[in-house]
């Protein structure tokens, strides 16, 4: 294992940990499983819009301002929290019908802890 990995796996763990015990504590008992679904439905969007969306935007924009100009990362810069934030937002909206009975002010938050936590990790 390179040191990335290891720092990648540690760092991953150190977010489960903290986070997930901060969600832990918050949320009522009856959300707890589906908050751990919202999570565990986040964790392959980061993959996904890192291979299906960013690499394909990359070939396109590589080709067009040229490799390694300024305008080249001033576009990496903007489009990717452009396309990371709807990611997150994507089982939220797909899962809508299925948990907007139980979605109210108080846990709206930990929703988006969740998926956050599901995409980061």
Do not use: H
Not at 11 to 20: E, K, P, Q, S, V
Not at 22 to 36: G, H, P
Not at 66 to 87: D, F, Q, V
């Amino acid at each position: 294992m390179t040191g990335i990995e290891i720092a990648a796996i540690l760092t991953g763990l150190i977010a489960i940990a903290a986070f997930g015990t901060l969600i832990l504590q918050l949320c009522a008992r009856s959300d707890r499983v589906w908050l751990l679904c919202m999570g565990v439905v986040g964790l392959p969007l980061s993959l996904m819009t890192y291979y299906l969306v960013r690499i394909p935007v990359d070939s396109i924009l590589t080709q067009w301002p040229g490799r390694g100009s300024t305008s080249l990362t001033i576009c990496k810069l903007w489009y990717a929290p452009l396309t990371e934030e709807p990611a997150k937002l994507l089982p939220f909206l797909v899962l809508w019908p299925l948990f907007r009975r139980n979605l109210d002010n108080a846990n709206r938050v930990l929703v988006a802890l969740s998926l956050g936590l599901g995409f980061a990790v």
